[in-house]
């Protein structure tokens, strides 16, 4: 990570004041994202489900991340305990 101005877009939902971080704001669909949650529970368990919907219907895929010891998933390092990715 890399200067305070790298996050464009903040989701946060209360009462549990999670914050879910998303670098590119609009995306193509071969580029990376650098998507990071913050405010967990530490060693949660979490499921990050994406979906792509477009003129011929809607891709999904999800990923179930263990929260590390202060309640963050840095998606780029961390590794999903399972999937539907490929």
């Known amino acids: 990570m ?4 790298m996050w464009r877009k903040v989701i946060s ?5 999670m914050s879910l971080y998303v670098d590119v704001h609009d995306s193509m669909q ?3 994202l650098h998507i990071r949650a913050t ?3 530490p ?8 979906r792509l ?8 895929s999800y990923a179930v991340f263990k929260a590390d010891s202060v309640g963050e998933i ?13």
Do not use: C, W
């Not at 890399?2 to 101005?5: E, I």
């Not at 060693?43 to 994406?50: A, F, H, S």
């Not at 919907?53 to 999904?60: I, S, Y």
């Open 43 to 50: 060693n949660g368990i979490y499921k990050l489900v994406l």
């Open 13 to 17: 939902t209360a009462p549990q004041k």
């Open 74 to 86: 840095d998606v780029p390092t961390a590794k999903p305990l399972r999937g539907s990715y490929s």
């Open 2 to 5: 890399t200067g305070g101005g």
């Open 53 to 60: 919907k477009h003129k011929f219907g809607t891709h999904m």
């Open 39 to 41: 405010h967990l529970a």
């Open 30 to 32: 071969n580029e990376r």
